[in-house]
């Protein structure tokens, strides 16, 4: 990709940044923000589109985020992450009883990686704007990919318009 090319798809992506802070800061209404960023599917559709080309021509290197969160999940899941994790919970659950003077009933319920697995042993994994769900090609996850507009058909985008929070 030439750098000219890089340059308009990167302002795609933060001219609508900025613009949604922008509405934002003038209305101080960020349900009316959303609602009016839903109704605008061109734009959504270009931001997409310049997300994913982004994704899979400049940032998809040695060392990409996609590699990374890869490397992380591993990592944690089957490398001692998750006992890391859950040994500094219980420590801290355990000193704020102490603290408050009850009784100490800490549960390690959710240290188990079958927890975190499907039915055929992979890690499940949900992926919020994911564009075009780059997670679906590694094997150890299973992916729920949703994203406002997606850059491709495998996902949902009626998930994420009608999304409470």
Same mark, same amino acid.
């Given at each position: ?39 605008? /599917?061109?734009?959504? @559709?270009?931001? !997409? ?7 899979? $021509? #400049?940032? &998809? ?27 500094? /919970?219980?420590?801290? @659950?355990?000193? !704020? ?7 100490? $009933? #800490?549960? &390690? ?44 058909? #495998? ?11």
């Amino acid at each position: 990709m030439d750098k000219t090319e890089h340059l308009s798809l990167s302002n795609t992506i933060k001219d609508v940044h900025e613009k949604l802070r922008k509405s934002l800061h003038l209305t101080q209404d960020p349900n009316r923000v959303w609602q009016e960023h839903v109704k605008e /599917e061109d734009l959504r @559709k270009k931001y !997409s589109q310049a997300m994913m080309k982004l994704a899979t $021509e #400049v940032w &998809d290197g040695k060392d990409c985020r996609i590699d990374w969160s890869y490397k992380t999940c591993m990592d944690f899941f089957y490398h001692g992450g998750l006992e890391k994790f859950h040994a500094r /919970e219980k420590k801290i @659950k355990e000193f !704020s009883t102490i603290k408050e003077g009850g009784k100490n $009933e #800490v549960s &390690d319920d959710g240290m188990q990686i079958n927890n975190y697995l499907n039915m055929n042993g992979q890690l499940k994994l949900l992926d919020i704007g994911s564009c075009y769900n780059p997670f679906s090609k590694i094997s150890e996850f299973s992916c729920v990919a949703i994203d406002l507009t997606p850059a491709t058909k #495998v996902l949902s985008e009626d998930l994420v318009v009608h999304l409470e929070i």
